[in-house]
């Protein structure tokens, strides 16, 4: 969040949750599951407008900042500590979403497990949206380093790609008050044709795919995609 947080304004979150109403067709009170809900600023948004919410994430300390953002909002929503891969949900929502690139994160096999837990997740009928990079446009232009700058405080980013797993993978180095932290993690990029057959395993079914938020259709040059996919 230190460094992240300058980039998530209100009119950011604010435009982001637009997209849905209008992709999802949010247009009745619904029952939605956000996954990786960090801190809650789409979930208590979303229950602002009268929508019934279930956040879940692994990080406890972001699920006690959404709890408060909620209590400042005057909105209930149910935040639950859990990994996304150990849902166990039966048809119980109308929408899932997954946002902030928060898809990828595990091996592929696990990959897949969380879009199985999204099918099982949703009733007959329901929408799913998560949003990724396009791995065919993003590695035209990705830079091996990457430094974030605030204060006298350095977000140090070193990326490479392995082409044989398909990972994004980023020694990230994070120098604050004086000292360092070491934080590595990899991110599975995919490709749109990996994409729809992942959720085709999965039980899903791609309805659109747009470049932003903004709901400009996806092409080909497109870094990113936001997917849209339903449960027959």
């Known amino acids: 969040m230190y460094f992240y947080g300058d980039a998530l304004t209100e009119e950011r979150s604010s435009k982001e949750v637009e997209f849905l109403v209008k992709e999802l067709r949010l247009d ?33 300390g972001f699920l006690e900042m959404a709890r408060k953002d909620a209590e400042a909002k005057g909105v209930n929503v149910s935040y639950i500590h859990q990994d996304m891969r150990e849902l166990s949900f039966k048809e119980e929502f109308d929408r899932v979403v997954l946002l ?29 949206c998560f949003d990724t990079f396009n791995r065919d446009a993003f590695l035209k232009t990705f830079l091996p380093y990457h430094v974030t700058e605030k204060g006298q405080n350095l977000m140090i980013d070193r990326i490479t790609f392995d082409s044989m797993q398909g990972r994004l993978c980023n020694k990230r ?17 995919y490709s749109p044709t990996e994409i729809k057959d ?12 747009y470049t932003d938020f903004e709901s400009k259709p996806f092409t080909s040059e497109s870094k990113r995609m936001i997917v849209i996919a339903g449960k027959g």
């Open 100 to 128: 902030f690139t928060s898809f990828g994160y595990f091996e592929d096999e696990d990959n897949l497990r969380v879009l199985r837990n999204v099918a099982g997740a949703l009733k007959s009928g329901g929408l799913f």
């Open 28 to 60: 009745r009170p619904m029952r939605i599951l956000d996954l990786a809900c960090g801190y809650g600023r789409h979930a208590n948004r979303l229950a602002q407008l009268g929508h019934s919410v279930v956040g879940v994430d692994i990080t406890s």
């Open 173 to 189: 180095t994070v120098i604050r008050n004086g000292k360092r932290k070491d934080k590595p993690f990899f991110v599975r990029l």
């Open 198 to 209: 992942l959720l085709r395993v999965a039980g899903l079914s791609i309805y659109g795919t």
